[in-house]
């Protein structure tokens, strides 16, 4: 397993060109393939922050952009539903965090697939239970939304929440956390015949842990993850004040 983490870190630092084309052919799916599939899209467009627990507070934001390289568990209904094949769906993100008080933090992301019609948004609310300091680690929760747009067969959403415990050390701040996902994913009306297919609720766990290097004006963020059982990696540099 720490092997195919190592690879998907390399893969996101190299910003190797992944194959990726349009959802379009749903009605080719079986009941299970369905399922199967929605289950890879749930875990590659829900919520990631890439971010430590500590608030930003009342005048900071992180300003970001990164890249995430989610592993893909379900090759067939993949190639299925799109036409093409790939063990892992690459997804560029600019995300925007605003502090406020009383450790309360708001963001907004969007994120799409390159070569393909994925598009997916989202925001988050995060809410530090202990702000952090020389002496104690910073923990947070933290709630997220994503939706899918620009998939005219599909309609997702998925909703998440997260426990991220983390501790500055100098110029670098390591963390953790663990969480839950809840996805819909709704096959729409159409000509193809695909309205046969039911709606697929597929539930997560996830776990993570990343480390954030201080830079001078901002900061570049390195995570890893397993969601259920699909590995991933997510990189981020971004303006943090």
């Not at 983490?5 to 052919?25: G, Q």
């Not at 592993?71 to 600019?94: D, F, M, N, Q, V």
């Not at 502090?99 to 393909?116: H, I, N, R």
């Not at 300091?133 to 933290?142: G, H, I, M, T, W």
Request: hydrophobic residues 45%; glycine residues 12%.
């Amino acid at each position: 397993m720490k092997t195919r983490i190592l690879a998907i870190a390399v893969l996101l630092l190299c910003a190797a060109p992944l194959e990726a084309r349009d959802i379009k052919f749903i009605q080719n799916l079986s009941p299970t393939q369905f399922d199967a599939f929605a289950e890879d899209l749930v875990s590659a467009l829900s919520l990631r922050a890439v971010r430590p627990a500590e608030p930003l507070g009342l005048t900071g934001f992180d300003l970001g952009i990164g890249i995430s390289a989610i592993e893909l568990k379900h090759g067939e209904s993949w190639k299925l539903a799109t036409g093409g094949s790939a063990e892992y769906l690459p997804i560029p993100r600019l995300s925007l965090v605003k502090g406020l008080p009383f450790g309360v933090d708001v963001g907004a992301f969007l994120a799409a697939v390159p070569g393909s019609n994925i598009l997916a948004y989202g925001g988050e609310l995060q809410y530090a239970l202990i702000d952090g300091s020389a002496a104690l680690p910073a923990v947070a929760v933290r709630g997220g939304y994503t939706r899918l747009s620009g998939v005219e067969q599909l309609a997702l959403e998925t909703r998440s929440v997260d426990l991220t415990v983390s501790k500055g050390l100098f110029a670098f701040t390591p963390y953790a956390g663990i969480g839950r996902i809840w996805g819909d994913v709704t096959p729409a009306a159409g000509p193809q015949g695909f309205t046969t297919l039911s709606a697929s609720s597929p539930q997560r766990d996830r776990v993570f842990a990343g480390l954030q290097f201080s830079l001078v004006v901002g900061s570049f963020v390195l995570e890893v993850e397993r969601t259920g059982d699909t590995l991933g990696a997510s990189t981020k540099l971004g303006l943090r004040f």
